[in-house]
């Protein structure tokens, strides 16, 4: 490999992904950071590092000259632009030649003609590839839109021409309806790209997102890799893709790959890229848009070919040709991936917060590729992703199986996630039939709400949990006289606006715990870094043999106890302090002996016995849980 150093022009997971390849290449990584990064998993990889500006995208990772000047500080030979950001951005890829870096990725020529999907279908159509029936004319009036619109038929799309990621794209179902849904799309075409050009493309009903991996080297050698369903999707992003589709026949497949290969062609392409279809329920396929870049989802091709698409784009760009031809590839097995997102898995909004706690899943035929680790955060300023979960099978079946199996051992704390959602299509019947297609989540509405009250596995966990470390935390020999003295030992936790009152006290292995006027014996299996696994005897329908797994961390900044149990995650706060008046209704309503709602240690009294003392006056001061209670 001629490339002795590179610089990673990206951040999160695809920069960790492209650094670790730069390694197993003997290829000197360099990162680069906004402020906000400053120690985040890629900079802390790297061999180098360089601030290139403030947390927004526009002054720092979006910032080309910033980015290039690091690389020549560095002394690097060639920029790996990863995917968003300057991936597709022409320009950049110019600049990055002018300055004699290789910029790894297609040359700029090929990006420009790929980056307007209104070129970009011209292009295909010229290659014979079958596009959707539309309007991708110049002719940009209201008037003329709406005539074409009449001839095209509805339902139909109109679709922003420099947009992605569903920005600028509106369906129109009813010619009434057009006028607005052309202004709207215009409007956000203009705010999101700088250009309000839109075009138009019948609606193909229950699509299916089907895109082919093509690779290119500079001697005119171009093939496929196959191809990957991206067809489950919120806000007309992916989040679970696979490879191969359900939907595709060998002859099927030849067919798209051919059309792919093509198109790249006709673009005049080297490098990594995508060429992305849409399909119809009649198995007709159309050209939608070439990704000029590497995919988020290129993990779920390289498990069914054995390829490392990274590898093979630093090996194009350093000028070598590419290493098979066509008939040597073959597809084995089957990959799918799950994105993984700090967000609400009901309405799809993006959440923040700091990860309490980030163990991803291990195992046969699991690979996570993920930029966080515990203590990190997912802030406001870039793309939500926490990690992508991929997995391997010897057929679809037994992909899936592994997926349910990932997802459920997958343990994140700390903020909201989509791991409900992902784990219930899973699960999905429809799923495991093959029946995919873009409109599955709204023709599948999926159960994912958090649950109205915890269920008493989970408050019993949280007392086990704080009894230990209290147990642990006393010196000897008043750890064991603490954890057997008889009274009951009281504990409240609060979820939503509830709070819920245990009473704990030793029994013969265990705990002796009564909530809700059940009493339960549960006993501690074993207990560990964020995890917690125990039985749990009389509780209605329960199995006594049974061992339940918990994870569990402590959040740094507010106290709150997080717990996850069957995918779901549950945030107890801290109880309201101790006052006199909480503390008698904890102790029964007993006026002259208080009893503390969890266990603790007495500091300080500030008080005498037979003092006369005023409403608010302090009395003690109690330490519990590392916070001190007045």
């Known amino acids: 490999m001629p490339f002795t150093r590179v610089l990673i022009a990206n951040r999160g997971e695809i920069a960790v992904r492209i650094i670790r390849a730069c390694r197993e290449l003997g290829i000197s990584p360099v990162a680069v950071y906004s402020d906000v990064d400053a120690r985040a998993l890629h900079v802390r990889m790297a061999d180098l590092a360089f601030p290139i500006g403030p947390a927004p995208a526009a002054q720092s990772y979006l910032r080309g000259d910033a980015i290039i000047a690091a690389a020549l500080e560095a002394g690097a030979e060639a920029v790996h632009p990863g995917y968003g950001f300057l991936a597709e951005n022409a320009a950049f890829a110019r600049a990055c030649a002018e300055a004699g870096l290789t910029f ?24 014979g ?4 029936p539309g309007y991708n004319g110049e002719d940009q009036d209201g008037a003329t839109l709406a005539v074409e619109a009449d001839r095209i038929g509805f339902p139909l799309l109109i679709k922003a ?3 992605g990621g569903g920005k600028g794209m509106r369906v129109v179902h009813k010619a009434s309806d057009f006028a607005a849904a052309l202004e709207g799309a215009r409007r956000e075409a203009k705010g999101a790209f700088g250009d309000d050009t839109v075009f138009l493309e019948k609606l193909i009903l229950r699509p299916r997102h089907v895109e082919i991996q093509v690779l290119a080297d500079a001697y005119g050698n171009v093939v496929h890799l196959g191809e990957r369903e991206c067809s489950i999707q919120r806000r007309h992003q992916k989040i679970i893709e696979e490879s191969p589709s359900p939907a595709l026949t060998p002859e099927l497949r030849a067919e798209m790959g051919a059309a792919a290969v093509r198109t790249a062609r006709a673009a005049g392409y080297v490098n990594a890229g995508t060429v992305e279809f849409v399909m119809g329920q009649d198995g007709q396929y159309y050209f939608l848009e070439m990704n000029t870049r590497l995919q988020v989802e290129h993990p779920v091709t390289e498990l069914v070919t054995g390829l490392d698409l990274v590898h093979l784009q630093f090996a194009i760009a350093a000028g070598e040709r590419l290493p098979f031809t066509q008939d040597a590839i073959a597809l084995r097995g089957h990959a799918i991936e799950a994105r993984l997102y700090a967000e609400d898995p009901m309405t799809y909004l993006p959440a923040t917060g700091a990860l309490a706690l980030f163990e991803p899943p291990v195992g046969p035929g699991v690979r996570v590729d993920s930029g966080l680790t515990t203590g990190d955060a997912v802030t406001i300023n870039y793309d939500p992703m926490i990690a992508k979960l991929i997995v391997y099978g010897a057929d679809r079946a037994m992909a899936l199986q592994r997926l349910g199996r990932a997802l459920d051992e997958t343990a994140v704390l700390g903020l909201t996630t989509n791991l409900p959602l992902l784990c219930a299509v899973a699960a999905h019947p429809v799923i495991a039939a093959g029946d995919t297609h873009t409109g599955f989540l709204d023709e599948h509405p999926l159960d994912v709400a958090p649950p109205i009250q915890p269920p008493p596995e ?12 209290r147990a642990a935390a006393a010196p000897p020999p008043f750890a064991q006289i603490w954890r057997l003295n008889g009274a009951g030992v009281p504990l409240a936790y609060r979820y939503g606006d509830e709070c819920y009152h245990l009473t704990a006290s030793a029994a013969r292995d265990g705990w002796r715990l009564e909530i809700d006027a059940v009493v339960v014996e549960a006993v501690i299996v074993a207990r560990g870094a964020g995890e917690l696994a125990c039985r749990i005897d009389g509780l209605p329908d329960g199995d006594a043999r049974q061992i339940q797994r918990f994870r569990v961390a402590r959040e740094a900044a507010s106290g709150d106890l997080l717990l996850l149990w069957n995918g779901v995650g549950y945030r107890l706060p801290r109880p309201a302090p101790l006052s006199v008046d909480t503390a008698a209704r904890h102790g029964e309503g007993m006026t002259e002996n208080l009893t503390a709602p969890m266990p603790g240690t007495l500091i300080s009294v500030m008080v005498r016995e037979g003092q006369l003392v005023e409403e608010g006056q ?6 519990a849980m590392k916070m001190e209670h007045t």
């Open 618 to 623: 302090p009395l003690l001061v109690m330490e």
């Open 161 to 163: 021409s420099a947009g």
């Open 104 to 127: 790894v990725g297609p040359p700029p020529g090929a990006i420009a003609a790929m980056g307007g999907k209104i070129g970009a279908r011209q292009l295909a159509i010229a290659a």
């Open 129 to 132: 590839v079958p596009v959707v």
């Open 458 to 469: 989970v408050l019993i966990a949280a007392a086990l949990w704080d009894l230990a470390n």
